[in-house]
């Protein structure tokens, strides 16, 4: 980068400890108007791309509907938008994670302190006695689910029982990556509010809120123009050498189906071997390749073509999570994924 270099852990706040959204304001809309309304639905899915602020919308609506558990009162029926004052009491313990009417279902470490793949059937069990406590507080009770995409399958079908005989006074906020791919039953009893790629101004303030850094660095733009929308694409592009990285993974990819063995363990070097951002870097540029091979031409013609990528994606990703829980070496997966990659596209 021709710019200052963010050091690669970068400093980034947890979406319950970011107040400020950006870019989404009919999303907003809808979950404000539907809780004043009287009739909010039990459940909703929120989808869209990684990084665009899913997470700190569903954390700022559970927020405003804590501190605000009379949907008539006069501050409701006044509000413009979902946000809450700072010294708001109820405010600062969901920010906190402390808050006694918010449950937060999302992958966790195991007692090895080995960070799990997906959301374990006990962690979502967690449900049932959250909404059945009468004890700890009263009227409105949230639960987000970040991400549900990661749910197993029996930990899919323990949120289902609860989402079929939701409570009173419940509301499921339910973030998604790729909605499409939800269980069809799970979507079923879900208010859809789908989410849209950030502008690059709009990415370079969220950025630069959830990192102090200034709006008018030149890395903190470089970083924004490539992100394609994604706050965690930027940051992830701030974090080191991650645009060289890109570039060097799409050279590659373009070369497809031939591969040059040197440039692998090139970029298996450059991954090192236990650089969070470089790996995620790396899959984010297979996965922007990959749907754009997906999205290209007929998709009839080519239906076996697509049918063998798309069980590749399936298989890189359960990859990937290996490498990065169990902390294994990067460069085996470059070998595997271009491998894997090159006998999908003959």
């Known amino acids: 980068m021709s710019a200052r270099k963010v050091e690669q852990e970068i400093a980034v706040r947890h979406p319950r400890e970011t107040s400020a959204l950006f870019g989404h304001r009919e999303a907003e809309a809808a979950l404000l108007n539907a809780y004043r309304s009287g009739r909010i639905a039990h459940a909703w899915l929120v989808g869209g791309p990684q990084g665009i602020g899913k997470a700190t919308l569903a954390y700022r609506m559970a927020r405003f509907v804590l501190a605000n558990r009379d949907a008539n009162a006069p501050a409701v029926r006044a509000a413009e938008s979902l ?117 690059t101004e709009n990415v370079v303030r969220a950025a630069a809120e959830a990192t102090g850094t200034d709006v008018t660095d030149p890395a903190l733009q470089e970083a924004a123009e490539s992100s394609e929308g994604s706050v965690s694409r930027a940051l992830a592009l701030l974090g080191g050498d991650s645009l060289q ?59 076996p073509r697509l049918a063998r990528l798309a069980e590749v994606w399936e298989k890189i990703v359960r990859a990937a999570r290996d490498t990065e829980s169990y902390n294994l070496e990067r460069k085996p997966l470059v070998f595997s994924v271009f491998g894997m990659l090159a006998e999908a596209t003959r």
């Open 83 to 199: 946000s809450v004052h700072p010294d708001d009491h109820a405010g600062r313990l969901v920010t906190t994670g402390a808050h006694g009417g918010l449950l937060t279902l999302e992958r966790s470490a195991n007692d090895k302190g080995v960070m799990r793949t997906v959301i374990t059937v006990d962690e979502t069990r967690e449900t049932i006695s959250f909404f059945g406590s009468t004890a700890a507080v009263e009227g409105w009770r949230v639960c987000i689910v970040d991400t549900v995409d990661e749910l197993n399958p029996n930990a899919a079908n323990a949120l289902l029982k609860i989402l079929e005989e939701p409570p009173q006074q419940s509301l499921f906020l339910l973030i998604s990556h790729a909605p499409a791919r939800v269980l069809a039953t799970i979507k079923s009893r879900c208010r859809r509010l789908s989410l849209r790629a950030l502008s």
């Open 245 to 303: 990285l890109q570039t060097r993974t799409a050279a590659l990819l373009a070369s497809l189906p031939s591969v040059n063995p040197a440039e692998l363990h090139a970029l298996g070097d450059a991954l090192g071997t236990s650089d969070r951002v470089a790996l995620a870097s790396f899959l984010d540029s297979i996965e922007r390749w990959m749907a754009e091979r997906l999205r290209a031409g007929d998709a009839n013609a080519n239906l």
